[in-house]
């Protein structure tokens, strides 16, 4: 069974850092992409990153950029948010998703139970 | 960058009416496109990729469509149960440019 157990969340200063991680299981973690979708309180999905499953492509919406690093660790079965000059409109839950295949040019077939990030002062 | 554009924001609907959302891309993305679907508090569910490939499991009631364009695209619930009330989104996926962009949502209600 495919899980995907996000950790990391919680109340973060303006301005401040976080790290998000997603345990994976179930599966072979290094031949799947991995994407991280964010939702703000009452709002709709926005796609945020992509990593390809061996890790040598990554891609980040253009607001995030430079602010956002996306990272996996496949030995440990383990995807990475690293979110940096964290601003009030990054208040959102984080879903880790595996994509159907190695490729980030997949659909988003399995989704964590997200985490909550709150950046507030 | 690509946009995509769902139609309606919202609709309600009677159990067991035809229900179809659109959406809309501003550029050709060929067929990589996917809906999902998002019950109230719940975590998003894949219902459709490739534009009208029925992912394992979801009920035969889903269907989704696209146009020869690669830029309309359309899901359908053939006759609409309680149980379908959720917002669906469509996302696009295809690599040019690497923008998986989700459309706005569509909250579906029954009447």
């Known amino acids: 069974e495919v899980q995907l157990l996000e950790s990391g969340g919680g109340l973060v200063q303006p301005g401040g850092s976080l790290r998000l991680s997603c345990a994976a299981s179930?599966?072979?973690?290094?031949?799947?992409?991995m994407t991280w979708v964010r939702q703000a309180p009452g709002k709709g999905l926005e796609w945020v990153s992509s990593i390809t499953g061996s890790g040598a492509h990554t891609y980040y919406i253009d607001s995030v950029k430079g602010r956002f690093t996306i990272s996996r660790d496949n030995s440990r079965n383990t995807l990475y948010i690293q979110i940096d000059s964290l601003r009030a409109d990054d208040t959102a839950i984080y879903y880790c998703a595996r994509n159907e295949r190695a490729t980030a040019t997949s659909p988003l077939e399995y989704w964590g139970q997200g985490s909550l990030v709150t950046v507030s002062s | 960058d690509i946009q995509l554009t769902q139609s309606p924001s919202s609709l309600s609907a009677s159990v067991g009416d035809r229900v179809t959302i659109a959406c809309r891309a501003s550029?050709?993305?060929?067929?990589?496109l996917a809906w999902y679907q998002q019950k109230p508090g719940k975590v998003p569910k894949l219902l459709i990729y490739a534009a009208s490939t029925l992912y394992s499991g979801v009920p035969s009631r889903f269907s989704g469509s696209g146009s020869v364009s690669g830029t309309d695209f359309t899901l359908t619930i053939s006759s609409l149960q309680p149980d379908d009330v959720a917002t669906y989104y469509c996302q696009k996926y295809n690599y040019d440019p690497p923008m998986f962009t989700f459309g706005q949502g569509t909250k579906l209600e029954i009447k």
């Open positions: 550029q050709d993305i060929n067929s990589y």
């Open positions: 179930g599966f072979v973690f290094p031949t799947y992409a």
